[in-house]
T-cell receptor
Framework: DVKVTQSSRYLVKRTGEKVFLECVQD?????MFWYRQDPGLGLRLIYF???????EKGDIPEGYSVSREKKERFSLILESASTNQTSMYLC????????????FGQGTRLTVV | GDSVTQMEGPVTLSEEAFLTINCTYT??????LFWYVQYPGEGLQLLLK?????DKGSNKGFEATYRKETTSFHLEKGSVQVSDSAVYFC???????????FGGGTRLMVKP
């Protein structure tokens, strides 16, 4: 059974804290993505990575960074959490090639207080 | 840039009713089109897809046809069940990296 696993389902952090969201996939996929999901806005792409140590900005990268030191792991970092980063965060992975299916983790609901 | 527009919800139906969720897109070239479903407390999972014009994707009784002339990919099901209650996302993928552009999502609530 293929899996994308996010380290936490729920997280509460204080304003100004550095926050790490971890994502691990066991499918040997090249491509990994971080989205945030907000009501009425759908999913918006934060960052993505096509390979180890490679990263590209998505549509809303401000306030975030990422790390991909190993193929199976893609971390999202909030350098200094703010209340407007309270959201659901979803990690996804794809294999390379056209029209392949995306596999999503269960999501991390982050609340910044 | 690419965009996907889908009808706002929530959509509330009685069991065995007919479902349509509208989706239209804007993209250059020939994108692939997808419907993803998110059940309560879970991540998204692929429901169906279509990769070229006039293709019909189908799964679990759901269908959607890729209409290039109207840039649409409407989701339909002839008889919904309570277990179909979820949020449905229309999405497109245009580039080789398979980056998905999502619509805003439509919440479906099916009552017994």
């Amino acid at each position: 059974d293929v899996k994308v696993t996010q380290s936490s389902r729920y997280l509460v952090k204080r304003t100004g804290e550095k926050v790490f969201l971890e994502c691990v996939q066991d499918m040997d996929h090249e491509n990994m993505f971080w989205y945030r999901q907000d009501p009425g806005l759908g999913l918006r792409l934060i960052y993505f990575s096509y390979d180890v140590k490679m990263k590209e900005k998505g549509d809303i990268p401000e306030g975030y960074s990422v790390s991909r030191e190993k193929k199976e792991r893609f971390s999202l970092i909030l350098e200094s959490a703010s209340t407007n980063q309270t959201s659901m965060y979803l990690c996804a992975s794809f294999s390379a090639g056209r029209n392949t299916e995306a596999f999503f983790g269960q999501g991390t609901r982050l609340t910044v207080v | 840039g690419d965009s996907v527009t889908q009808m706002e919800g929530p959509v509330t139906l009685s069991e065995e009713a007919f479902l349509t969720i509208n989706c239209t897109y804007t993209a250059t070239g020939y994108p692939s089109l997808f419907w993803y479903v998110q059940y309560p407390g879970e991540g998204l999972q692929l429901l169906l897809k279509a990769t070229k014009a006039d293709d019909k994707g189908s799964n679990k009784g759901f269908e959607a046809t890729y209409r290039k002339e109207t840039t649409s990919f409407h989701l339909e099901k002839g008889s919904v069940q309570v277990s179909d209650s979820a949020v449905y996302f229309c999405a497109l993928s245009r580039n080789a990296g398979n980056m998905l552009t999502f619509g805003g999502g439509t919440r479906l609530m099916v009552k017994p």
